[in-house]
């Protein structure tokens, strides 16, 4: 009990110091205990938040929007496109199959990194970099999800309700999308939480393609803005603000889908 | 698993209309199921793969000083320029260093405390599993950020210890990074373990309890050999993830002076590419996705050894 209350301090009052620190002047930043709240911390709170939503034309609140549409539109799409990849690669039988898988399996080994710097130079001969789609397109893919799926879809689609379904007239793919999916259910929210948090957290790949700032996600927004500190002193306040946040939608997002991702993020390495 | 080939539809004369029919269904269901992974795949990843290959194997001429650049096939000279090139090693080094403290450490951590979790000792579970899986939703730039002024001489809670060390310093810039990843990822490891521990079926402690066996000795001789895949699992993606490292150098190249701009791998790629060099990056890229790849597999093959004993 000891090591866990220890080690809850240090996992947690990290993000203590972030909420108290956004309830601060950039003056009472400075000067008083970092810790703990001040007399006028509500007030202070109300216009940073104000200025964070205002500052250089509302810039902050296109960053986040920006965030949340790469992250459920792309790791919607991306979740969907994995499950119906890797349930066929379960379900059926076919020439290449195991070729298929491991290419993809391959995939997850390949670091997002080593991909960044190649697919700038490959959208640059289409005219394609600094756009929405030059973050959106590559975010589609998980082969993560391929894997996850596979494993999924294997034990917990059983080949009886397929065969049932065929026989009862229902194509393959109706199959798949009625019947499947919704087997599938917990390791469908499991991928798209994966995605969602790795598209969310994605640095480099807007940094490499995105010069635009209204096109940034509100990591590289914030990033931009910290670099800034030194000129412009007041934007500090923004960033911790900014910072604070940044971080409320995935809270949120993992408390409601608790109960989904509990039990499935064990799921890759069940066998 | 097995791959059994389908028989060519000409040399099957046994098989009925009917069944060759609902065959070629089939196929047509296959192919738009696999297709739009398939195509985005091979886009975004295979492409781009192929595309650093042959970009690492081009170099630059030009007639004269003056000349005209032109893109010559130059074998493998980008890669005798990577192997020669110290700053390279030493940030795969350096990475290395990085991996081989943080990754036992982190993972150490999770493997406790999902024991701890899973174990009667602990009151709250719920509590605690969320508070330490928080920090997950701190996306790894935000958390460079906070921990950035937590790090600080001047504005940090615990000023009465940055005050006197710095922390970002050249000699521990490292190891301050090094926590900020364990900060952000332990939870995240915990409950892959954790999820694993409670797949295990209780019965299977029972026997253990009736001869008599600790909480500790349960822990040892059947829980942690079960959650072994699990492990490996976290392990491998954390060896990638340490030899990619570059979210966090990067921002603390704001905080301090301490990170040159060749301090992990991707950094130099970054810094190289940035020059512009392109073939040359792109050949520090191939390089460091390969050794990424033998270095993951090399994990799967120890722990999965260590995990059959």
Redo the contacts between chains.
Sequence with gaps: ?A??GA??L???L??F??LV?STKTLGN??ST???WFTPTSITDMGNNLVNLFTYNEGVFPRWMLNSIVYATVAGGIGTI??A??G???SK????G??L?FN??L??V???????A??????FSQVQLTNTFWAVF??S??S?FG?YLSRIYAASSVPDEIIEAARIDGS???RT?FTVAVRLMSPALVTIFLFQF?SI??N??LP??MLRDQTLFPV??G??TW??Q?SQIPDIRTL??VG?LV??VP??VA??SLQRF??????A???? | ?T????PPMASAPAVTPRKARKRL???R??A???L???V??T???????I??VV?SLQVIKRDGTFGKPRLEFGGLSQYFLVFQDSEFWGSILRVLAFGVVQVPVMLG?AL??AL?LDSP???GKKF?R?????????????AA??????YSP????FSFVTSKVDLLDGGTVLWAIANVVT?VY??YNM??????L??IPAELYEAARLDGASQVRIAWSIKIPL?A??I??TA?FSV?GT??L??EP??FK?FTSSITSTFTP?LL??TT?AVPN?NL??AF??V??IT??IL??AVLRLTQRRAAL
């Design positions: 009990m090591i866990m080690f809850t240090y996992f947690l990290p993000i110091w972030l620190s930043f400075n205990f970092s810790l496109l994995a119906m990849c349930y066929a690669l059926y039988d076919f020439p199959r195991e298929i290419t993809v391959g995939g080994l390949v670091p997002a990194t080593a991909l710097l190649p697919l700038f130079l490959i397109l590559p589609l893919v082969p391929v194509g393959e793919i798949f948090v969310w957290n640095f480099f940094l490499v990591t590289l914030l990033y910290n670099s500190v960033v911790i910072a940044s971080i995935l809270l993992f408390l991702w509990r039990n499935g993020l064990g890759g390495s069940l066998k | 698993m791959t059994s080939v389908l269904r089939n196929k269901a296959i738009l199921l696999i739009p992974f398939g985005l795949f886009a975004f990843y295979l492409i781009p793969v595309y650093a970009e951590l406790l405390f701890l000792l602990v009151k605690f969320l508070a330490f899986f928080a920090p997950y939703a701190v996306p790894g730039v935000i950020i906070m921990w950035g002024y937590l001047s504005l940090s809670p900060w332990v939870g409950l892959i373990i954790y999820s694993a409670l797949a959650v895949p699990a490996v699992l491998v990638i030899l990619q570059i979210t990067q921002v704001q991707n790629v970054y590419a392109l990056a792109a890229s191939v460091l996705a990424t790849f993951s597999f």
